[in-house]
């Protein structure tokens, strides 16, 4: 393909606007020109913010044709009066702000105006539906109608619900009251899962980061903006900010989140910004595009994952502290960080990086323990997920899978590891993820199916000594669950 | 009067005031949001939301079941034919919205508005059909009565020249 496919690159955006032949050449291009990836990029950018649902705003009171004592007008009368009407209007508006108009057209537009009130009365909805406001603006909910009021211990979850026809899906994320209630549908949104080869979709979030420290809301990136959803009322409300991978700082005033340079597709950037929006600042770039920071518990610290490494990075400058070798493991799921000692439990992997290990850091300055190996080269166990227990500091919690070359990765076990003892044990169930109650009496886990989806179908909770199971919501088709987190209010 | 006349007329006379009412309530939060993002003018959008309902009312054959489709059909073409009216005057009038101070989102928002009334307005509105709405080229051909083929390249063409558009606005060229 010798010129830019621009017309393409725009047609590429429909689902089947090209042909596979098409559609080859375009990924083929993008590959090898910078300039047709940004402008790819670009329109995807577009058309998240074409998607962005305007602020909903309450219509004036509808036009009553009966005002003019009449009953219903017929179709001509009526829409005789509403051309006028509406064209009266239109000018007398237009005259209000071009003074050209209004001196050629003094009488019309002076009287338009009491036609007007003939029409309707002036409302309170009215009138405040054309005022800036005050709030952050909502954006209406595709589904979902939020939890009400918050009390009690929740699980939350989030269930991918994949397109049968289109290359996208449902993200819905879901709210399991423990102590008394059904499950209810906080808040859904559309994602996407296929279309430019370079993108990379933050689609199945790892809700830990992402909840505000009160737990009262989440932070998503939606269609390539980073969005506040409230979870009492189910409603959103935009950053300003476009970024994938958000964190929310353990003291609430910041978000941390990853955006991949406009020029340089293949670099992301790690930047904060404030939780009630503003500017970012970019603290540097990591490399890995799919990851999110983990914040250390006063804020003053991020841990991120790059291609080389882990690294421990002063959020005031943007320096790197300290850079761990291994690479992080488990998707996005791969430290937690606590201000209890040892504060952090990190896993990491490589192939070519020496053992899989789960290690414990007193800090982030103090040496690596390992807790736990999964063995070294290609063929191994990976460690994904690990979470301390709230009630028991030495106890933490993660998921083995068995990688092996060449195939998905299977297994999937759960195991509860004591960081005092360094005995751990599994506990004889598959979980995609898992997490404590907040009383570490009880493990909630993504229950893993053998090939069934790339997630989990059911979400159980299961006593700490294994004693009692109950399922608390299924999945149901190709639909699965992603990612597990607990809270209390 | 043949049967297919008379039961048109049942259908209009069956439509009540609470019915239009309802359907007002039930549409018509929806239908003002999508006349907003497609002109970019909340004051307008009122307007073109009663003459919709104007439309919708003197129909001659009562609103189907369900509704929303063809509300949104009937809004579109008063979308689209009232910017063709509207050229005759050849200049653009400030909205509402534009006034006054606003937070990140709302400058943001007021970008994509400016940047779709700076396009043809049919673009505009099947853009605003297809990716605020989320109907599909099928169902924007039948509401726009055209071809799907010509809603592709409607849709091509808008991303085209929104593109240009939002950058100019969004860098502070224009707008």
């Known amino acids: 393909m010798k010129s830019h496919p621009r017309e393409l690159i725009e047609l590429a955006r429909e689902p089947d606007g090209l042909s596979a032949t098409e559609r080859a050449q375009v990924t083929e291009h993008l590959r090898s020109c910078p300039t047709c990836g940004a402008y790819a990029e670009e329109l995807e950018r577009n058309d998240a913010l074409l998607s962005l649902r305007e602020p909903r705003v309450a219509p004036p009171p509808m036009r009553r044709p009966s005002r003019f004592g009449i009953g219903w007008m017929p179709l001509a009368t009526a829409t005789l009066v509403a051309v006028v009407v509406v064209t009266a209007l239109g000018i007398a508006r237009e005259a209000a702000t071009n003074p050209a108009l209004s001196q050629a057209s003094p009488s019309l537009a002076a009287s338009a105006t009491p036609s007007s009130s003939a029409l309707g009365s002036p409302t309170p909805a009215a009138t405040s539906s054309a005022s800036p406001s005050p709030d952050p603006t909502p954006v209406a909910t595709p589904g979902g109608s939020g939890l009400g009021t918050l009390r009690g211990n929740w699980l939350f979850v989030g269930k991918f619900v994949p397109s049968e026809t289109l290359p996208q899906a449902q993200v819905e994320i879901w709210g399991l009251p423990l102590e008394s209630g059904t499950p209810k549908l906080v808040f859904a949104y559309t994602v996407g899962t296929a279309g430019i080869p370079e993108a990379t979709f933050d689609n199945t979030p790892y809700l830990r980061r992402q909840f505000s420290p009160d737990g009262t809301k989440l932070v998503l990136s939606i269609r390539g903006q980073l969005t506040i959803v409230d979870l009492a009322s189910g409603q959103s409300r935009l950053l300003g900010v476009t970024g994938k991978f958000p964190s929310w700082s353990k003291d609430g005033s910041q978000i941390a989140f990853l955006a991949e340079k406009p020029v340089q597709p293949s670099q992301v950037a790690l930047s904060v910004v404030s939780a009630v929006g503003g500017t970012p600042r970019e603290l540097g770039i990591v490399g890995v595009p799919s990851r999110s920071a983990e914040w250390s518990p006063d804020g003053s610290l991020l841990l991120a994952s790059s291609q080389n490494g882990t690294a421990v990075i002063e959020v005031a400058s943007g320096r790197v502290l300290r850079q761990f070798a291994a690479v992080a493991g488990g998707g996005a799921s791969y430290v937690q960080w606590r201000a209890t000692q040892p504060q952090l439990a990190l896993a990491g992997y490589g192939c070519d990086r020496g053992n899989v290990t789960l290690v414990a850091l007193d800090d982030a300055q103090a040496p690596a323990r390992t807790l736990f190996d999964g063995g070294a080269g290609c063929d191994r166990a990976d460690v994904r997920d690990p979470r301390w227990n709230p009630a028991n500091p030495t106890e933490v919690l993660f998921v083995t899978t068995q990688m092996t070359p060449g195939t998905m990765p299977f297994g999937y076990r759960l195991r509860i590891l004591d960081a005092a003892t360094g005995q751990s044990s599994d506990v004889g169930v598959n979980a995609y993820e898992a997490t404590w109650t907040w009383d570490g009496a009880s493990v909630a886990y993504l229950a893993k199916a053998p090939a069934v989806t790339a997630y989990g179908s059911a979400v159980i909770l299961r006593s700490r000594a294994g004693s009692t199971e109950r399922e608390l919501l299924r999945a149901s088709g190709d639909d699965s669950f992603f990612s597990i987190a607990s809270v209390a209010y | ?175």
């Open chain 2, 1 to 175: 009067m043949n049967s297919r006349k008379a039961q048109k007329t049942i259908a209009t006379t069956a439509a009540s005031e609470s019915d239009w009412g309802a359907l007002y309530e039930a549409h018509g939060p929806d239908l003002l949001a999508f006349l907003r993002r497609a002109t970019g003018d909340l004051s307008l959008a009122e307007d073109l939301l009663h003459d919709s309902f104007a439309r919708a009312i003197g129909s001659s054959t009562g609103a189907p079941d369900p509704a929303r489709p063809w509300l949104f059909r009937i809004a579109a073409n008063v979308a689209i034919s009232h910017h063709r009216r509207r050229r005759l005057f050849a200049f653009v009038s400030l909205s509402a919205d534009q006034a006054g101070s606003l937070d990140a989102y709302d400058t943001e928002a007021e970008h994509v508005r400016a940047a779709l009334r700076s396009i043809p307005r049919d673009q505009a509105v099947t853009l605003t059909l297809a990716l605020h709405e989320g109907f599909t080229r099928r169902e924007i051909a039948e509401m726009l009565q055209t071809n799907e083929e010509t809603i592709k390249s409607r849709l091509a063409r808008g991303r085209q020249n929104f593109a240009a558009a939002y950058r100019r606005i969004d860098r502070g060229l224009a707008g």
